[in-house]
């Protein structure tokens, strides 16, 4: 019997300790193996004639290097290896020059298909990567499927069935919209299908140096990228590098009853087949407020319960407007209210919803929860590979989109970057860049959002309170759209734009916008916080009469003056 010494070295928790352990002991020959990661060695009973440097290939098998020792500690033998381990660091540790597989050209695997995946895909692809995609459901993600695409189709058809029966002007008949629910629905999921094989299969097709495999991709306990194929059987994919892009999924909170009912989230709303007639919307955020408001306009009566202000990540006065703006719609709000208790069953001859507030009992026909998305991280053995997550499970990425493992990046809304598809397929570009050798940030000073209710939440950079707590002394100003021209042309001036500036600079810190084509205005404004220009660059530019857009100028001019006491286009 011999005992052999092995000091160990890019260990980092007590894990890394384990899984080197079981490997060792898997080992013929060995009869005990215990790994001390507080030690950073190996002690190893073996059967006579085990080579010392097969039991160095099983731990750098693993990802980390070692050397045998001799009852000294002196170094007998040591390994040499050219695999790349996985390091667990306290900061993503950059990886500048790509390391090739022996097979030749970098190979890289994608774990997801949406938006991020993709941009990541065709980059690296195109820098002459060999990609793996790897999705376990529909190819394409949130936004074509469920998200974005589809559920801005069903709000412009609310928005016209709306403007039928509640249009300004007096020359026009107004009457209510006759609403044909189900060929609503085809033509949505039809364009859906159009834009998911445009977009996202036909790229497959077409692109050689991209290959989908089907599965839920996981690590193992070694630090091997496993997929776990539909057959239930797990295949051991190699890869020099890999992106995390699985996105994210609604979150249900833990009200009691809740998850024993046939609630709806926003997937499933979105593909209804029949329009209810009492829908309550339990949540505050962009999805309650943009379906609500789109049920509502088709004909459902809508009662939404937000457990705060409506959008209250926003300036207070954004959630107040649009409040005002859906109540005079005919919704009913009810925030700063907890949904204390959910049932479901038979009232009244019919299956409903009770939802009490502990002020009052709800009934309703369905129930959609809508209280924010988390990242989509659970059971993806990121533990060993050393990828750190928040308390929310998203991955911690640096503005390379490099996280804690320093061959494994992430992108898109799993990560703790913005949950914006276009931030997501942004960070997937660069991450290939810099997967394939390259050195580029993604730049997150100025990010455009848009909420699609009617009037628009259009923002960008920081509320009057965000530049407060980094330290400006700011100044801000508000014009309300019935000084914008273009606004009462239309016969709508519900909303407003606000200004937020530094006092001593003028330079525009972050606007925020309430208009019926607020994303249509906020990229002006998110390029002038992006270039620093400022309130009088603002003021002093010409912009197009009449537009809506016009309203960055006007508001812009009321630093300095009363634009009450200014003519139309005046400079």
């Given at each position: ?13 007590d ?15 060995v009869?005990e193996?215990?790994?001390s ?24 098998g ?11 500690g002196s170094?007998?033998?040591?390994g040499v ?6 390091s ?5 540790t950059p990886?500048?020059k790509?390391?090739?597989?022996s097979?030749?050209?970098?190979e ?5 298909s ?10 690296a692809a ?7 995609l790897?999705e ?9 499927n469920?998200?974005?695409v589809p559920?801005?189709?069903?709000i412009?058809?609310?928005h ?5 029966s509640a249009h300004?002007f007096?020359?026009i ?11 609503l629905l ?5 364009r859906?299908?159009?834009?998911r094989?445009a ?9 050689p ?6 599965g839920f991709?996981h690590?193992?306990?070694?630090g091997?990228?496993?997929v776990?194929q539909p ?15 699985t ?17 709806w989230?926003s ?13 309550i ?5 962009v999805v ?8 509502l306009?088709?004909?459902s ?8 202000t ?5 300036d ?12 005079a719609e005919?919704m009913?709000?009810?925030?700063h209210?907890?949904?204390?208790q959910?049932s479901?069953?038979?009232?009244w ?6 939802v009490?507030t ?18 989509i ?7 060993w590979?050393?990828v750190?997550t ?6 911690v990425v ?11 990046y ?5 990560t703790t970057?913005?949950q ?6 942004a ?13 580029v ?9 848009v909420?699609?209710?009617d009037p ?5 950079g ?8 980094l330290g ?7 014009l309300?759209l ?11 001036t519900?909303?407003?734009?606000k200004?937020?500036?530094e006092r ?5 810190l972050?606007a ?5 084509e607020?994303g ?7 390029l ?5 220009l400022?309130i009088?660059?603002l ?8 537009t ?6 006007l508001c ?6 009363d634009v ?8």
């Amino acid at each position: 019997m011999n005992v052999q010494t092995l000091r160990i070295t890019g260990m980092t928790c007590d894990h890394c300790a384990k899984s080197i352990e079981e490997a060792l002991a898997g080992m013929a020959g060995v009869v005990e193996a215990q790994v001390s990661y507080d030690e950073g060695s190996a002690r190893i009973k073996t059967e006579a004639g085990v080579d010392s440097a097969k039991l160095i290939d099983t731990v750098q098998g693993k990802g980390f290097d070692a050397e045998v020792l001799d009852r000294k500690g002196s170094t007998v033998a040591k390994g040499v290896s050219d695999r790349p381990h996985i390091s667990v660091v306290d900061t993503p540790t950059p990886s500048l020059k790509p390391r090739r597989s022996s097979r030749g050209a970098l190979e890289v695997a994608i774990i997801g298909s949406g938006g991020a995946a993709f941009a990541c895909a065709i980059r690296a692809a195109e820098e002459g990567a060999k990609v793996t995609l790897i999705e376990r459901g529909t190819l394409g993600g949130t936004c074509v499927n469920v998200g974005c695409v589809p559920s801005k189709i069903m709000i412009r058809a609310a928005h016209l069935a709306h403007l039928q029966s509640a249009h300004p002007f007096d020359g026009i008949k107004k009457q209510a919209a006759v609403i044909d629910r189900s060929a609503l629905l085809r033509q949505q999921q039809g364009r859906v299908e159009e834009l998911r094989h445009a977009k996202y299969e036909s790229i497959l097709e077409s692109n050689p140096g991209i290959t989908l495999v089907r599965g839920f991709a996981h690590f193992g306990k070694a630090g091997d990228l496993m997929v776990k194929q539909p057959d239930g059987k797990d295949k051991r994919l190699h890869a020099d590098r890999v992106l995390i892009a699985t996105g994210a999924w609604p979150s249900i909170p833990k009200t009691p009853g809740l998850r024993d009912t046939p609630y709806w989230t926003s997937t499933k709303a979105l593909v209804a087949e029949q329009l209810p007639e009492h829908l309550i919307v339990y949540g505050g955020s962009v999805v309650a407020v943009e379906l609500g408001q789109a049920f509502l306009r088709l004909g459902s009566k809508v009662t939404l319960i937000a457990r705060s202000t409506l959008l209250s990540k926003t300036d207070p006065a954004i959630g107040e407007g649009l409040k005002a703006a859906l109540a005079a719609e005919g919704m009913r709000i009810l925030t700063h209210t907890a949904v204390k208790q959910v049932s479901f069953g038979r009232k009244w001859f019919r299956k409903r919803f009770r939802v009490d507030t502990g002020g009052e009992a709800l009934l309703g026909d369905r129930l959609l929860v809508a209280t924010g998305r988390i990242p989509i991280t659970p059971q993806m053995g990121l533990e060993w590979v050393g990828v750190r997550t928040d308390q929310r499970g998203a991955i911690v990425v640096d503005d390379h989109m490099r996280t804690s493992a320093e061959h494994i990046y992430a992108a898109g809304d799993c990560t703790t970057q913005p949950q914006f598809v276009y931030v997501a397929a942004a960070a997937g570009t660069r991450a290939a860049i810099n997967m394939m050798g390259g050195e580029v940030a993604l730049d997150l000073s100025a990010v455009p959002e848009v909420v699609f209710t009617d009037p628009q939440v259009a923002t960008v950079g920081l509320t009057v309170a965000q530049a407060n707590e980094l330290g400006f002394k700011v100044e801000s100003r508000t014009l309300s759209l019935d000084n914008v021209p273009r606004a009462l042309a239309n016969f709508d001036t519900r909303g407003f734009i606000k200004l937020v500036s530094e006092r001593e600079s003028g330079r525009l810190l972050g606007a925020q916008v309430l208009a019926g084509e607020g994303g249509e205005i906020i990229q002006t404004a998110a390029l002038a916080v992006r270039h620093r220009l400022t309130i009088k660059d603002l003021a002093d530019q010409l912009f197009p009469y009449l537009t809506m857009v016009e309203g960055l100028k006007l508001c812009a001019q009321t630093f300095t003056k009363d634009v009450k006491q200014l003519s139309c286009c005046a400079g």
